[in-house]
């Protein structure tokens, strides 16, 4: 019960990348950065174990972004000239690849990092890719003409990706679509079709992570901007709920989210952010097990899963290992309380 997980990133040693940045550059190149991202890979998943976590992943060490990692291993995209794009609705500018050509993968994109942490831990493999609606937000267009062609297009690559991680032994394939709280209407009406193509046939538990982005200044800006209540979950989740996809991951702890939100996902594995994510204040296990007591009210306790409200990639490393430890504890705590 109450099984933990990440979101997915975790911060990046400064041996590998530069710190704090969501884009960072790399240290080193060639082989030696091959090396280093092998290196960080199985530091992520010894940090995960050691914290006390029940599934454990790659910590998306060996990617420069969640999304652009995934774009990197694409033909048909053009990273010589990138454009500088307001993406998000504007939210904030990203110097952004052009898509020139057809989309066509040029082979596997992240078989190091699988079958290095497949070989290296016996836990729970969950391993993260972008979902096909926030690939489509993060790239300038300039091919096909038509939104949802494009994400079909990236679904189907995204889903040549999937089956091979699933070859490799990864139990939870988790789609990152933060764009759903952003487009909302788009989301229910194509996006979640576009994620179910990205996971078609996997027979491995299938997973979306949908929030309020990293903690930079522009997500805080925006989420200042929301409101007192943020009901974005509201036009995604009964979509989500009807789709094949097994496990939705969610933003909850010091968010304005009305939690009878997360009964629109009955019939789904909840991962319940309990650690907030733009913040460097530890959470206390006590303050976890509340979170968790709350969100109890809208989700059967066989189907909570607490974990982070986004990934952890331009945050301190220490105080990203704080939060990890105390989300074990935290976890630990809520099970003697409603066990
Ligand atoms: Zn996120």
């Not at 972004?65 to 904030?92: A, C, N, S, T």
């Not at 391993?127 to 079909?152: E, N, Q, S, W």
């Not at 933060?178 to 229910?188: I, K, Q």
């Not at 094949?244 to 933003?251: A, T």
Request: net charge negative.
């Amino acid at each position: 019960m109450f099984e933990t997980a990440i979101a997915g990133s975790l911060p990046k040693p400064a041996w590998l990348a530069e710190t704090e940045k969501l884009w960072p550059q790399w240290k080193a190149s060639g082989a030696e950065l091959d090396a280093a991202k092998r290196d960080a890979t199985l530091l992520a998943i010894k940090t995960q174990e050691d914290a006390g976590l029940d599934v454990v992943g790659d910590g998306e060490q060996a990617r420069q972004h969640f999304v652009h990692g995934f774009l990197e291993r694409v033909e048909g995209l053009d990273f010589e000239h990138k454009v500088k794009m307001g993406i998000r609705k504007e939210r904030y500018d990203a110097m952004v690849p052009q898509v020139v050509a057809p989309l066509r993968l040029k082979g596997r994109v992240h078989a190091m990092e699988a079958q290095l942490a497949r070989k290296h831990t016996k836990k729970t493999l969950k391993f993260t890719l972008p979902g096909p609606m926030t690939i489509v937000d993060t790239v300038a267009d300039r091919f096909y003409g038509d939104k949802v062609k494009l994400a079909f297009a990236f679904a189907e690559l995204l889903n040549q990706e999937a089956l091979a991680l699933q070859s490799d032994g990864v139990d939870i394939i988790q789609f990152d679509e933060p764009a759903f709280n952003v487009y909302m209407a788009e989301a229910a009406d194509w996006g979640v079709a576009a994620l179910e193509r990205a996971a078609q046939g996997l027979r491995c538990k299938t997973a979306v992570h949908i929030c309020y982005g990293y903690g930079i200044q522009a997500n805080l800006d925006w989420k200042q901007s929301l409101g007192d209540e943020w009901r974005q979950y509201e036009q995604v989740f009964p979509a989500l709920a009807a789709s094949r996809i097994d496990q939705v991951s969610l933003e909850c702890y010091h968010s304005h989210v009305p939690p009878q939100l997360m009964a629109l996902l009955a019939g789904k594995d909840v991962m319940v952010g309990v650690i907030d994510v733009a913040s460097d204040d530890i959470e206390t296990p006590e303050a976890i097990a509340d979170t968790i007591g709350r969100a109890l009210q809208f989700v059967p306790k066989h189907r909570l899963f607490p974990c982070t409200n986004c990934g952890m990639a331009p945050m301190r490393r220490e105080i990203a290992e704080g939060k990890l430890r105390a989300l074990a504890e935290g976890a630990a705590l809520a099970r003697q309380r409603y066990g």
